[in-house]
């Protein structure tokens, strides 16, 4: 599956706030591709998208911070468009390649 991950994670507590935004930073980080400061790609697997999910929901404090997930089927991919600066990686044809 094609997912688009956004989150927002309050910094108002500095040091907590700062170190989940790292955590769900790191996490995205191991299954996607950073196409903004916020927003993941990712092409995962359902046992993935499961593992990713609980570790992201553990990490985030819901009184506080918000994680969004778009599921995105291979129409809605194939109409993305980007423009401006530092065009992101293609997730599909580099999950291929591997």
């Not at 956004?6 to 989940?20: F, H, L, P």
């Not at 196409?35 to 570790?55: D, I, N, T």
């Not at 089927?73 to 591997?98: C, F, M, R, Y």
Request: net charge positive; with cysteine; glycine share 6%.
């Amino acid at each position: 599956m094609f997912l688009l991950i956004t989150y927002d994670v309050s910094t108002r507590e500095e040091r907590a706030g700062a170190r989940r935004l790292r955590r769900v930073a790191k996490a995205c980080t191991s299954y996607g591709v950073r196409v903004q400061k916020s927003v993941f790609e990712m092409q995962l697997g359902q046992k993935e998208w499961v593992e990713l999910k609980a570790r992201l929901l553990a990490e985030i404090d819901p009184t506080q911070d918000s994680l969004r997930v778009y599921y995105i089927d291979q129409s809605g991919k194939d109409k993305i468009e980007h423009h401006g600066a530092q065009v992101p990686v293609n997730v599909v044809e580099d999950t291929l390649a591997v």
